[in-house]
């Protein structure tokens, strides 16, 4: 008899708890929210993308041009905010790049991507191109959006998987050789600022202007 | 007699070990998939609304505790019941266990939060129990010294299922006891049905709902201790606790919200139901001053949002929120309460973790954005999104289906159309919608040709406006332009 008495002393003390816990109906795992950790900047109210610490640092050479004051549209710290055709257009190194971005109607489809990189060209590189052939391929929008196209990749690259052939939005391949922060894009063109973080996009800043190979 | 006890001991006890083992895994991850919560919360589900209202009533905020005493106690019933027979069939042991971790999986999983984690507690409560009850079992048909043996058994499963719930207990009140132990009380107006026919992605779930605002950290409020303080230009201050708040009628309402700096095609939209207390009424009970035309809510964290007085008195379903999607509000949605404004940008309507509610004029004070040169009433502008294909996708030529959402809340959506590279507007469907408050999903059967494409959008509310080409940044007042991706069909 005494080992029923414990026994269902045992139960019933077991079963209060157990039920004591129950007022509990949360689904709040904190961690399991997605990528949108906020922060904000005290210009707008934005979200920030909570980019993965390891591929934060940018790096090269011409990261020195970029503006330094966070409160500048231009900044590593303002372009991490915006997706990632509004950061270009805060950037006056990529003024070129953004008006022929806007020329071609690219810019939603940049800024409403899921998760790509981009090899962007800065004024400097198309001031490469002779006048007369620049003004050309602004004025044809089919040129105009393979080539623009030809410089986004599908998914965010980081530096560790920069190098190698990647195929682009426009349909053909380009290949980045190179490690660490020495970069060349096709041979030709040289990453002067890599890993440039915005909202939905890589952006490794580049020297020359790519040309799909036909 | 004596062994019919203690055989029915022996089931509920290896239930119980079996439960509490599941409660402390469950509290490290996903508390809500405890066995009996979930079923629990299934058996809400699928109460209808007057006889929940009844339950409310009748057991006020006692509900909850009495329904998950009414599950443990079914539970326990069954339990017993295996431990009696599973000792003459004991095959009964097995399938006993399996039927019950089916039933609280299959009600994990049909949770509306539910994940492929959700079943994982349930099955394991059930592993656990079915092998205790066998080995408590075995214990009693030793043929010597088998009482005694049975004894410890019973110290031994106790013992660790006291450990078990102890800690499932202390990892669930550091974690969040204080939002999950918040009863939410029925609506005495529910939300109407979903239309039959909405698409899904109507409702956003929580985890995924946009998240703007400028905690660093998430602030982390005592629901206890939260009042809610009504002053200004009022007759008589009002200072409400959580149950004060609690206490009265509750709205449920699908409503969008969306953030003021989201771009053209952006993500930073999204639709839930929310379950709150309607401001008006509380506005008269303090007695508002004719002349106050602005109200400043604050936030724990200093934050201000300047709302007008009238987008609160004009008969839309402005509140405090306190649920969103059937949880209390998750922290960095602004638990325990927030507000929301229908047809208001967030920055204008729907402060976070809100504390008091200042009625003042906008010649007075200008609220935090408004200070920041950000516009105000913060109206939202008719606007839409395609959804599918994404950017840059690559369809096969041939009927593809574009979609996506549109929204002028308040106003409502009358008319989608898309033009595939700048050609003539064609009318896209809509789906039904529940109110003007929430976005319309629209979709179109594009008969697609070979080569690249750019899909545009526009939409038309309700007073006729149609959606403006003229392309504006975020700030100050909300971006417009018709969201344009460019695809290839191959």
Redesign the interface.
Same mark, same amino acid.
């Given at each position: 008899m005494r080992a029923t008495k414990i026994t269902a002393l045992t139960a019933a003390t077991l079963f209060s708890i157990s039920l004591a816990a129950c007022g509990s109906d949360d689904s709040d795992s904190g961690s399991s929210t997605p990528a949108a950790a906020p922060t904000m900047t005290s210009a707008a109210p934005m979200e920030s993308s909570a980019a993965p610490a390891m591929t934060m640092e940018n790096f090269g050479a011409g990261c020195a041009a970029v503006p330094t004051d966070p409160s500048n549209k231009g900044s590593f710290q303002a372009m991490a905010q915006e997706p990632v055709a509004t950061a270009a257009s805060g950037n006056p190194l990529l003024s070129t790049l953004v008006s022929a971005v806007k020329q071609a109607g690219l810019v939603d489809s940049l800024n409403s991507a899921d998760g790509i990189t981009v090899f962007a060209p800065t004024n400097d590189a198309f001031n490469k191109i002779p006048a007369a052939d620049l003004k050309k391929v602004l004025a044809d929008k089919k040129t105009l959006t393979d080539i623009l196209t030809y410089h986004v990749v599908p998914g965010k690259l980081t530096p560790a998987d920069l190098s190698g052939t990647h195929k682009t939005l426009e349909g053909k391949d380009l290949s980045v050789m190179g490690s660490g922060e020495d970069f060349k894009v096709d041979g030709s063109a040289s990453v002067i600022c890599g890993n440039v973080q915005t909202a939905n996009a890589n952006v490794y800043i580049i020297d020359s202007v790519l040309m799909p190979k036909s | 007699m004596?062994d019919l006890? $203690?055989d029915a001991?022996?089931g509920?006890?290896a239930a119980?070990?079996g439960?509490?083992v599941a409660?402390l895994f469950a509290a490290t /991850?996903?508390? @809500?998939a405890?066995p009996?919560?979930a079923v629990? *919360?299934a058996i809400i589900d699928a109460t209808p609304t007057p006889v929940k209202e009844f339950a409310v009533r009748e057991l006020g905020t006692n509900d909850?505790?009495v329904l998950?005493?009414s599950v443990?106690l079914v539970l326990?019933l069954f339990a017993a019941a295996l431990g009696v027979l599973g000792r003459r069939r004991r095959i009964l042991v097995p399938i006993g266990t399996v039927v019950l971790g089916a039933a609280g999986a299959t009600a994990a999983l049909t949770r509306p939060?539910a994940s492929a984690f959700s079943p994982v507690p349930s099955l394991l409560a059930a592993a656990i129990a079915g092998a205790t009850l066998w080995w408590l079992l075995r214990t009693v048909d030793q043929p010597t010294g088998n009482?005694r043996a049975?004894?410890r058994g019973?110290?031994l499963v *106790?013992g660790a299922?006291?450990l078990a719930?102890?800690g499932?207990?202390l990892l669930?009140r550091t974690?969040? %006891?204080v939002?999950? @132990?918040l009863?939410l009380p029925a609506p005495s107006s529910p939300a109407k049905p979903v239309p039959t026919g909405i698409a899904p992605g109507f409702t956003t779930p &929580?985890?995924?709902f946009?998240?703007? @605002?400028?905690?660093?950290t998430v602030p982390r409020v005592d629901p206890d201790t939260w009042t809610l303080r009504i002053h200004g230009m009022v007759g008589t201050e009002l200072k409400l606790s959580l149950d004060d708040l609690l206490r009265r009628p509750l709205i449920e309402r699908d409503i969008t919200l969306n953030?003021? &700096?989201n771009?053209? *095609?952006?993500?930073?939209i999204g639709t839930a139901r929310w379950l709150g207390v309607p401001l008006a009424p509380l506005l008269r009970e303090a007695g508002l001053r004719p002349e106050a035309d602005q109200i400043v809510a604050r936030s724990v964290e200093g934050m201000t949002i300047g709302t007008p007085v009238a987008t609160a008195l004009d008969g839309r379903d402005t509140m405090l929120a306190v649920a969103m999607n059937g949880?209390?509000l998750?922290?960095?949605h602004g638990f325990p309460v927030r507000m929301l404004t229908p047809g208001l940008y *967030?920055?204008a309507g729907a402060c976070k973790w809100v504390t008091e509610l200042e009625l003042t004029t906008f010649a007075k004070f200008d609220a935090y954005?408004v200070e %920041?040169g950000?516009a105000r009433p913060g109206t939202v502008k008719t606007a839409s $999104?395609i959804d599918k294909p $994404?950017?840059?996708a690559r369809p096969a030529a041939g009927p593809v289906t574009v979609a996506g959402v549109a929204w002028a809340q308040r106003r409502g959506i009358t008319k989608v159309e898309i033009s595939v590279d700048g050609g003539t507007w064609q009318a896209a469907e809509l789906l039904p919608v529940p109110s003007t408050d929430t976005w319309v999903q629209w979709r179109w059967t594009w008969n697609a040709t070979a080569g690249?494409h &750019?899909l545009s959008v526009r939409a038309t509310d309700s007073t006729g406006q149609v959606q403006t080409e003229a392309r504006a940044t975020?700030?100050p007042s909300g971006a417009t332009?018709r969201?344009?991706? /460019?695809v290839?069909v191959e």
């Open positions: - | 004596r006890l $203690r001991a022996a509920v006890l119980g070990l439960i509490a409660e /991850t996903r508390p @809500d405890a009996l919560i629990g *919360g909850k505790p998950l005493g443990g326990a939060t009482r049975f004894l019973v110290v *106790g299922a006291v719930e102890a499932a207990q669930t974690v969040g %006891r939002r999950t @132990d009863a &929580s985890a995924d946009y998240r703007v @605002d400028t905690a660093l953030c003021v &700096s771009e053209v *095609g952006g993500p930073y949880e209390p998750r922290p960095e *967030g920055y954005w %920041r950000w $999104r $994404r950017p840059f690249p &750019s975020p700030f332009g969201h344009t991706i /460019t290839t």
